[in-house]
């Protein structure tokens, strides 16, 4: 059950605001949701720590008796270099590494039998990476980035995010040869990723008219993704390179990324804690997942009695600048941000409902819009369980560790 402002505010006494804290209780019933989804497809998941950037939720995550949650999607060459101090060995690097350094890092963990996979999306970071794995005198296992966006009109509409120039099954076997030929690499499968269809809400409150066509976007696009994927795999297989990993999905397409659609593994992060940018999905496997991470700030001015401010608060999500990115008031029920000041680095004034009153001192509590942006601003997160603090844990940004 979720914790109410009380239980919070109470268990709030004593501690330095602002601060982040994460429902532990409402964490583990999301990691039971989560399971119930993907279960039936009988596929593992692996957590994809930018959306958590938390050692101890990280580790809280692959110690899940199911066994269905191994081994993380990371960031960062830096990344995994950090968190294989930490005890985890299993890798998926889905974003391209080119700076030497960084390919130093992954053949360094290679060498010493971390299991990691490398994406790479083009023939010039493959010969630098062959080259690092042969003066390494290691092998890199290698996954292709693969663009799983929608096209339409002959490829003049791109529906989807900009991140690699693989789009047909033709030119993934075609690049797949080349790793399969480079001496020091090993061909391992592939990273497919529907943005389109787990990043976009089709129930957004603060674009209503957009809604039905996202809706269609999705349906449309699962259907075409699932084929292209499951034709890509289909023609490696064909080809004697034969992927061992196909990694799909996110948060917001666990239920229609399945085997059917050719992957071996699905992702998720932000479902774990949902962030607010993941109330606005229509699917029920989404509405059934509950807020587990949290920030607080302390109210400092009483400008005039409908209107508080609160110290800080300012911790607006990347991506386009739309209203939904800004942090949601979520505790006490009804609070407002300001259209002419929102969420500001130093103050936010909140508009109060009628019936509520706030002094100085009281916490406020909101919700980021993406969940693992909130750890580049807090050093530490609470634990709450049974609405008490029950310990502190250091974010990456705690432990000295900063990736991008």
């Not at 996979?117 to 794995?133: F, I, Y």
């Not at 296992?141 to 900009?162: E, I, N, T, W, Y």
């Not at 999705?218 to 023609?235: C, H, I, N, W």
């Not at 496997?285 to 949290?294: D, Q, T």
């Amino acid at each position: 059950m979720a914790l109410s402002y009380g239980e919070i505010k109470r268990s709030l006494i004593g501690q330095r605001l602002p601060v982040a804290f994460v429902d532990l209780d409402a964490f583990d019933r999301n990691i039971e949701r989560v399971l119930e989804t993907i279960r039936p497809h009988r596929i593992p998941l692996r957590p994809a720590t930018k959306s958590l950037r938390v050692p101890f939720l990280i580790k809280r995550l692959l110690a899940h008796p199911s066994g269905l949650l191994r081994g993380v999607m990371c960031y960062s060459a830096r990344e995994a270099e950090y968190l294989s101090t930490l005890g985890i060995d299993d890798f998926l690097l889905a974003y391209p590494a080119f700076q030497q350094p960084d390919l130093d890092s992954v053949a360094n963990l290679a060498s010493e039998g971390k299991r990691i996979s490398v994406v790479v999306d083009s023939p010039e970071v493959l010969a630098r990476l062959g080259q690092t794995a042969r003066d390494h005198a290691t092998t890199i296992d290698v996954c292709l980035c693969v663009d799983m966006s929608l096209k339409l009109a002959r490829g003049a509409v791109h529906l989807g995010v900009r991140r690699s120039p693989l789009h047909s099954p033709e030119a993934v076997l075609a690049l797949a040869r080349r790793v399969a030929d480079t001496s020091g690499l090993r061909f391992h499968g592939l990273m497919a990723y529907e943005a389109q269809v787990a990043g976009l809400g089709d129930a957004n409150p603060f674009e209503p008219g957009k809604n039905a066509v996202k809706s269609l976007i999705r349906r449309v696009s699962s259907r075409e993704l699932g084929d292209r994927r499951a034709t890509m795999v289909q023609l490696l297989r064909q080809s004697g390179l034969e992927p061992a990993l196909v990694n799909g999905g996110g948060s917001g397409s666990l239920d229609t990324t399945t085997p059917d659609t050719g992957v071996t593994e699905v992702t998720a992060g932000s479902a774990f804690l949902k962030s607010h940018l993941f109330d606005y999905y229509k699917s029920p496997h989404m509405r059934a997942l509950e807020p587990a991470g949290f920030f607080a700030v302390e109210v400092t001015r009483v400008p005039a009695p409908s209107l508080v401010t609160c110290a800080g608060g300012g911790y607006v999500a990347s991506g386009p600048t739309t209203p939904d990115k800004a942090p949601m008031p979520h505790l006490p029920l009804g609070l407002k941000l300001l259209s002419a000041e929102m969420a500001g680095e130093v103050q936010t004034p909140l508009a109060l409902p009628p019936g509520l009153r706030l002094e100085r001192g009281d916490p406020v509590i909101f919700r980021h819009a993406k969940a693992g942006e909130l750890a580049e601003r807090f050093n530490e997160y609470l634990l709450l369980q049974h609405g008490k603090v029950v310990d502190r844990v250091r974010s990456y940004r705690g432990e000295g560790q900063c990736f991008l």
